[in-house]
């Protein structure tokens, strides 16, 4: 702590009552007290909250790993939401006749389990309900994972911009078809899906950077 203290300037330290930290854990409660007067932070600890279960981050990370994005959000107290620049794609949604924004993502955050998902884009001030593909693209054989995000009823061109989306549900795992025309039969229904979820009537946004070209 004294190392927090001297070299980042450490005034407040906030933690849980079960918090530990150092070696072999032992920087306990008790022990981050002590050091507290002898330091001259401020030590508040806070109570467990719990929602049926636990909150906790681990438990949240397990949730967003496994895709249960909806029961995650409960916990956090706000939707789960993926940040990323649209760079150019392969321009195979565009050729299906549902372009994506393709999102580059930073690699050290963790991304839910690969599938569809409803979810609201937001680009600058606009909203706009999405289906989200996160994955590999089995279809057409395995590649890198993805984040690729269809915005309804929306033309333009968003390369450059930075876009949240923020994840209402898990539609379905990420699936492999046998063909093409089976794939779009599908994303059909999962726009449609999509759109019934989040809202029956998309509303007309006004945006200077209209929507995705991939």
Known sequence: MGVLVGALGLREL?????????????????????????????????????????????AIRALIAAGEVASAAALLGRPVAVWGRVVAGEGRGRELGFPTANLLTDPDVLLPADGVYAAWAEVGPARYPAA????????????????EAYLLDFQG??????????LVKR????????????????????????????????????????????
């Open 14 to 58: 906030v933690v849980g009552p079960d918090f530990t930290v150092g070696r072999n854990r032992e920087g306990n409660v008790a022990v981050l007290t002590e050091l507290a007067s002898a330091l001259g932070y401020t030590l508040t600890v806070v109570e467990l909250v719990v929602l049926g279960s636990r909150v906790s981050s681990s």
């Open 157 to 166: 061109n968003i390369y450059g911009e930075d876009v949240k989306l923020e």
């Open 132 to 147: 989200v593909s996160i994955g590999v693209r089995p279809t057409f054989g395995p590649g890198p994972r993805t984040v």
């Open 171 to 214: 539609l379905r795992p990420e699936l492999s078809f046998k063909t093409v025309a089976e794939l779009v039969t599908q994303m059909e229904r999962d726009v449609e899906e999509v759109r019934q979820l989040l809202t029956q009537r998309v509303t007309a946004h006004d945006s200077p950077n209209p929507n995705p070209s991939a």
